[in-house]
């Protein structure tokens, strides 16, 4: 699922250049029907104040409205680039390559370190339930999206300086799936709680 989402979105992403270049070559056939349109606008105001005769009113009052067939490159184009925003869109929200990472058993507490540059590395945490959790962030992007890191499930909302190591701490009870974010909700690492 994921592969195909990249797979798609590149193969939209080579073709789009190719739709656009062609949809600027054929540009006059609109153009032209964009002049006729105007013309029924001035001959509307040649009237004045006057109400015009019934049969000139049709042609001015659609002119808005007026099916213009646009060429066939253009119509690819714009599907293409319809396509390739929503491919960049899964391949931004499922087709991310994820960094997993086991957490370290210490003393009764399981550790992570997590580096935040462009993202979370790891971006997927895997814990034990019932044990301490130890989530060190280590900051070195200052990107200001990344300034804060929040686990909503957790009541943690933490700033994160630039450069330094910042700790949290908190014991998952429920085995599942926790997200952890930036304070904008852009970037996101997974929590994973699993059995011990
Ligand atoms: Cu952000």
């Known amino acids: 699922m994921k592969l195909a ?20 070559m054929q540009h006059s ?5 964009f002049r006729q349109s105007e013309k029924c606008g001035l001959g509307a105001r040649r009237f004045g ?4 005769p019934k049969s000139s009113l049709v042609s001015p009052s659609r002119a808005p409205f007026q099916d213009i067939e646009q060429p066939l490159p253009i119509k690819v184009g714009v599907v293409l680039g319809g396509l390739t925003l929503v491919g960049a869109e899964l391949w931004w929200f499922l087709g991310r390559k994820q960094q997993k990472q086991q957490a370290i058993q210490s003393n009764g507490v399981q550790s992570v370190l997590v580096t935040v540059d462009g993202g979370y590395r790891p971006d997927r ?7 301490p959790v130890r989530l060190s962030f280590h900051r070195l992007d200052s990107n200001s999206c990344l300034d804060e890191v929040l ?3 957790f009541g943690i909302s933490t ?4 450069g330094q190591t910042t700790t949290v701490e908190f014991t998952p009870t429920k085995v599942g799936e926790y997200t952890f974010t930036c304070g904008m909700r852009m970037f996101r690492g997974i929590i994973e709680v699993k059995v011990k």
């Open 29 to 33: 056939p609109p153009n032209k029907s």
């Open 49 to 52: 104040g006057k109400l015009p």
């Open 159 to 162: 700033r994160l300086p630039v």
């Open 125 to 131: 945490v895997i814990v034990n339930s019932g044990e």
């Open 5 to 24: 989402a990249i797979l798609v979105g590149t193969a939209i992403l080579s073709i789009f250049p190719m739709g656009v270049g062609e949809s600027q």
């Open 151 to 153: 686990i909503p499930d």
